[in-house]
C-alpha cells in the first residue's frame, strides 16, 4: 500500500508540474471518455456473450454521453455467423440505445453484435474501444408449419421421404445412393429399403403401380446384368453406372452378406406384391426369384461351420473373419438363409452361429422394462427394425425370445433413457428422443444410451412407431413443428442433430430414410408384414428355425 501511494503521490506531482507548465493556473477535471456503461439483452446484463437469446430480439445499450444519431446504423451491426447483417431497427434516447431486429432471430444460430471504433458521440468524442458480443439462440417454439391432422403429417412425411429414392435414385441403376453426395455410389441394403418404400409409394399412389413396377425391374435387371456377384451375394456398396464392387474398407470388397440379406428382404416383398398375371409382373417375379435361388448361403459358412461369415471377397477370402451372430440387426439374414429353397442352412447354423447357444440373452430390467435380448439398454434402435421391415415380430417367438417384447421394450428404453436425460444434452425430452446409428457432429456413429454423444436421428423414434405409437408422434410433430426450419427437407428429414451444440446435418441417408416410410406403413396397414409374412418361403424358414409366428398382422 505504502507503495502505491507514493507512485500515485509522484504520478500527481508530475501532471501538476505539465499543467503549471502549460499555463494553468488550476487543475480541470479531465473529460469523460465516450464509452459503453452497459448492455442487456433477455434481462442478462454486461455478459460477455448471450445464450439462448429470444428470438423476437430487443437490445438496451447505455453510453457515457449522447450518441450521435448519424453514426449509429454503420457503426452498431448484428451479422450472422455467416457475415450476412441483420436488418436492425434503432431507438435513440440520448445516452440509450435500443436495438430491435424487424424479422425474428433464427432458431439454434450464432450472431455476432459489433460495436466499432468509429461510433462517436454528439460531443465529438469517439468510442474509447470497439466491443464484439456472441449471441445465440435456442428453439424458438412457434409452429413452423401449419397444423394438419396426424394422419394427412404421416402421409407427408412417407410421401416426401420416398422422394430419396425415387427422384435421388442413380439414373443409371435404379438403385438407392448410399447418402446425398454419394454420386455413382449405391448401396445394396439401402436399395432392399427403397424397393419397400417404392411398394408403400404404389399403394399410397405417390406413383402409379406401373411406374413402380418400371423402377424395380429396372434395379433388377441391373442386379442380374451388371452387378457383381460372389456366391449369388452382392457386395455392401456397388457402382451405379457399372455394376463394379466399390470397396466398403480394405479387406472388404466382395461379398457382404448381411447388405445382400436386408436387399433380398425388399425384393421378396416386391415378389409378393407384383403379383398380377401381365407379363411384366410374371417376368419380374421370375428374375427375383433367379436372382434369390442363386444366393449360396451354405458357402458363408465357411468350410461348414455352424455360424454364418458377413464378408467374402475374390482378392482377400474370409480375410474380414467376421462371424454374424446375435443380438443386433442381422436376424434377417439366417431366417433368409433358412428359407432358401436352394441353399439352406440347418437350424443349428442358427442356434450356433446367431443365438450363440442362448448367450445374446439380456434379461436386465432398464427404466421398468425386461430386455430379452441384446446389450445393455439395448444398443442403437436400428436393432429394433432392419429385420423386422417385412419381418412381422408381432407374435414372433422363439426359444430366446418374444420379438415384439424385445423391439417394444428397447423402444420404450430409448425413450425413456432420452426423458431421463443423465448427461444433461439440451433438447432431450419425450419429444426429443431416438438414439440410433447415423450422422452426428463427431461423424458416424452408431448412438445408443451406452454411446450418447447428444445426437438424435429422427429415424430412431419414428421408425419405432409400431412399438411406441404416442412416443413416436410426439416426436414427429416436435421434430415437424418445432424443429421443421432446421430439419425439413425436400427429402423429408435430415439425418441426425445436435441441439446442444446448434448442430444440423445437410445429409440423407438410404438405409435410415427407408425405414421411416416403411415402418410408418406397418403402423398404419401392415403392409409390407403381410406381404413378407405370406411368403411360403419365408413360412418353411421361420418354421425350420423353430419360430412361432403370425401370417396375418391382424390376428
Known amino acids: 500500500m505504502e507503495i502505491k501511494t507514493a507512485v500515485y503521490t509522484f504520478l500527481g506531482v508530475i501532471s501538476a508540474i505539465i499543467l503549471w507548465g502549460c499555463g494553468k493556473s488550476d487543475v480541470e477535471t479531465p473529460t469523460k471518455l465516450f464509452q459503453l456503461e452497459s448492455i442487456e439483452i433477455n434481462g442478462v446484463v454486461n455478459a460477455s456473450s448471450y445464450r439462448e437469446v429470444n428470438h423476437e430480439l430487443v437490445i438496451r445499450l447505455v453510453f457515457s454521453e449522447s450518441v450521435n444519431p448519424g453514426m449509429i446504423e454503420e457503426n452498431i451491426i448484428l451479422r450472422k455467423s455467416t457475415g450476412e447483417p441483420v436488418h436492425l431497427r434503432f431507438i435513440l434516447n440520448s445516452q440509450s440505445v435500443q436495438i430491435e431486429t424487424f424479422d425474428k432471430l433464427e432458431s439454434f444460430s450464432s450472431y455476432q453484435l459489433e460495436i466499432r471504433r468509429e461510433l462517436y458521440a454528439l460531443s465529438g468524442n469517439r468510442i474509447l474501444t470497439g466491443k464484439v458480443y456472441s449471441i445465440s439462440t435456442g428453439m424458438d417454439t412457434s409452429d413452423k408449419f401449419p397444423l394438419i391432422s396426424d394422419e394427412q403429417l404421416l402421409t407427408l412425411v412417407q410421401r416426401q421421404t420416398f422422394r430419396y429414392f425415387w427422384d435421388f435414385g442413380h439414373p443409371i441403376s435404379g438403385m438407392a445412393r448410399e447418402r446425398s453426395t454419394s454420386g455413382n455410389t449405391v448401396t445394396t441394403g439401402g436399395t432392399g429399403f427403397g424397393v419397400m418404400a417404392i411398394i408403400v409409394a404404389a399403394e399410397r399412389e405417390f406413383v402409379t403401380r406401373d411406374e413402380a413396377l418400371l423402377r424395380v425391374q429396372k434395379i433388377v435387371t441391373f442386379l442380374k446384368d451388371k452387378a457383381i456377384r460372389y456366391h449369388g451375394a452382392f457386395a455392401h456398396w456397388i457402382n451405379g453406372e457399372t455394376g463394379a464392387t466399390l470397396p466398403f474398407s480394405t479387406y472388404d470388397n466382395g461379398a457382404d452378406l448381411v447388405e445382400t440379406s436386408l436387399l433380398f428382404q425388399g425384393l421378396l416383398t416386391a415378389r409378393q406384391y407384383f403379383s398380377q398375371s401381365t407379363p411384366a409382373e410374371i417376368k419380374l417375379r421370375e428374375e427375383i426369384t433367379l436372382l434369390w435361388e442363386e444366393i449360396d448361403w451354405k458357402w458363408f459358412q465357411k468350410e461348414n461351420e ?18 454374424i451372430t446375435g443380438w443386433n440387426e442381422c436376424l434377417i439374414t439366417y431366417i433368409l438363409a433358412a428359407s432358401s429353397p436352394t441353399h439352406s442352412i440347418t437350424k443349428e447354423v442358427y442356434d450356433q452361429g446367431w443365438a450363440r447357444n442362448g448367450n445374446m440373452i439380456n434379461n436386465a430390467t432398464y427404466y421398468g422394462h425386461r430386455l430379452p435380448l441384446g446389450p445393455e439398454m439395448g444398443g442403437p434402435l436400428f436393432f429394433a427394425h432392419y429385420s423386422f421391415l417385412g419381418i412381422n415380430p408381432k407374435g414372433l417367438k422363439d426359444r430366446y425370445a418374444d420379438y415384439w417384447e424385445q423391439n417394444s421394450n428397447h423402444s420404450f428404453i430409448n425413450h425413456l433413457y432420452c426423458v431421463d436425460n443423465p448427461r444433461k444434452y439440451a433438447g432431450y425430452s419425450e419429444h426429443c428422443w431416438g438414439l440410433t446409428a447415423s450422422d452426428g457432429n463427431q461423424g458416424y456413429s452408431a448412438h445408443s444410451p451406452t454411446n450418447d454423444r447428444g445426437v438424435i436421428a429422427p429415424t430412431a423414434a419414428l421408425a419405432s412407431m409400431p412399438y411406441t405409437p404416442e412416443e413416436s408422434m410426439k416426436a414427429l410433430r416436435f421434430f415437424y413443428y418445432k424443429l421443421g426450419d432446421k430439419i425439413w427437407s425436400e427429402y423429408g428429414f435430415i439425418d441426425a442433430f445436435n441441439l446442444s451444440l446448434g448442430w444440423f446435418d445437410n445429409q440423407h ?32 424358414g421361420l418354421t425350420k428355425l423353430g419360430f412361432q409366428f403370425q401370417v396375418n398382422p391382424l390376428s
Open 306 to 323: 455352424n455360424t454364418l461369415y458377413w464378408h467374402w471377397s475374390s482378392q482377400y477370402g474370409w480375410q474380414m473373419n467376421m462371424k
Open 509 to 540: 441417408i438410404a438405409i435410415d430414410q427407408g425405414p421411416i416410410i416403411i415402418m410408418i406403413e406397418n403402423y398404419r396397414s401392415f403392409l409390407l408384414w403381410k406381404l413378407l409374412m405370406n411368403d411360403m418361403e419365408i413360412q418353411k
